[in-house]
């Protein structure tokens, strides 16, 4: 059982309770050198790791992991040369092929924004010409601010600090960060 009543952060050991886990801040090296030092899966991402692991530590079973939708393997790649009539096969990855022919199509301002990275994910059997109709369709849409995902603590973070200071440097919010992630949760 952790004896952590003063407040500072504990190292992250096989002597913290779920509860103490919790508490804190956790970089996901930190959590997965405790899972595998405990012999625990390391998968599912940051957030599925930290319940895996709080559990574990208060001696309950790991919670069952939610039902999603099933991701097709990666199976045969576009190869270069690829065309607007090439076809996204299932399980097509953002690849450097794809970058090319975007960046030949679209411009020099084409990035991978999650409105491509699901699109190509998605699409299986539609055509690169058809992607690059959504690049387009999507443009006034991926303009708009989006909140960033929880899974991306730092960047919210940083995101939500630079908003209260517009004129605030670099420094000053990765030092905010670093007194902000040694604090405890609650």
């Known amino acids: 059982m952790s004896t952590n009543i003063a407040g500072s952060r504990p190292a992250p050991t096989t002597a ?4 103490e886990l919790l508490r804190w801040y956790w970089t996901l090296v930190e959590l997965t050198t405790l899972a595998r030092k405990m012999g625990l899966p390391v998968g599912g991402g940051k957030a599925a790791l930290t319940v895996r ?11 069952a992991a939610p039902a999603g939708p099933a991701r097709p393997r990666a199976g045969r790649q576009l190869a270069a040369p ?14 450097q092929v794809l970058r090319e022919y975007f960046v030949r199509e679209i411009g020099p301002g084409f990035h991978f924004d999650a409105f491509m990275r699901d699109y190509v994910a998605r699409h299986a059997g539609h055509t690169l010409a058809e992607a690059v109709a959504h690049w387009h369709a999507t443009r006034a849409e ?23 200071h517009p004129d605030g440097a670099r420094s000053e919010a990765l030092a905010a960060w670093r007194a902000h992630r040694a604090r405890p949760r609650d």
Do not use: K, M, Y
């Not at 692991?53 to 919670?63: E, K, R, V, Y």
């Not at 090439?86 to 990855?93: F, K």
């Not at 601010?145 to 991306?152: K, L």
């Open 16 to 19: 913290l309770t779920g509860a």
């Open 53 to 63: 692991l709080a559990a574990a530590l208060d001696g309950l079973p790991a919670p």
């Open 82 to 95: 690829v065309t607007g009539a090439s076809v996204i096969p299932p399980g097509q990855r953002c690849s």
């Open 142 to 164: 991926a303009a708009e601010p989006r909140e960033v995902g929880a899974q991306f603590e730092f960047n919210r973070f940083l995101r939500a600090w630079h908003a209260r």
